[in-house]
């Protein structure tokens, strides 16, 4: 298989695995069976424990979705590759996006001190945290500037 058509046939699986996670799981069983297995409506109702007509219309709604989230992915392209908005991107990205972000420390049991374990991310909306996401044994904390190890002081009787 040619570079060029190996590089298109990866993008096409990686912009399905991505699609996919967007649909509910019925969706997604049905996507799969249908468009991905070949498998006639009947057979995948039989799989599914459901009937034709569910089968039918969940696929209608997942096709839907990924033609709508393919529609909105179009609009946005990607900086260039090494331009300055890619730097910039990728700088801010480094700095937890302009999000709180958190050092995750764990207590040693035999020791007075807490060792790295990862970084948490929170994604704020409105007034509230719309989300939060975990980057465990990550490298990120030597980015941020946190240490390996903290001091625990002993807990008290």
């Given amino acids: ?12 699986s990686v912009a399905f695995v991505t699609a996919l ?9 049905v996507l799969i069976l249908r468009d991905a297995l070949g498998f ?5 109702a039989k799989i599914l424990d459901s009937t034709e007509e569910s089968v039918t219309s969940a696929l209608k709604r ?3 979705a990924l033609q709508y989230q393919r529609a909105q992915s179009a609009d946005r392209k990607p900086p260039p590759p090494d331009s300055q908005p890619e ?3 990728v700088r801010r990205f480094a700095r937890a996006n302009g999000q709180p972000a958190f050092g995750l420390y764990v207590r ?12 948490l991310v929170l994604t704020l909306a ?7 996401t975990g980057f465990p044994d990550s490298d990120a904390r ?3 500037g946190l240490p390996r190890m903290l001091p625990v002081q002993p807990a008290a009787d």
């Fill in 87 to 89: 730097r910039e991107l």
């Fill in 142 to 144: 030597r980015i941020f």
């Fill in 21 to 29: 996670q967007l649909l509910p799981p019925r969706q997604r069983a």
């Fill in 1 to 12: 298989m040619d570079r060029a058509r190996y590089e298109a046939t990866e993008a096409i």
């Fill in 108 to 119: 040693e049991p035999l020791a007075p001190i807490a060792r790295a374990s990862g970084i």
């Fill in 40 to 44: 006639r409506a009947a057979e995948a």
């Fill in 126 to 132: 409105d007034r509230q945290i719309s989300a939060v």
């Fill in 62 to 64: 997942a096709r839907a």
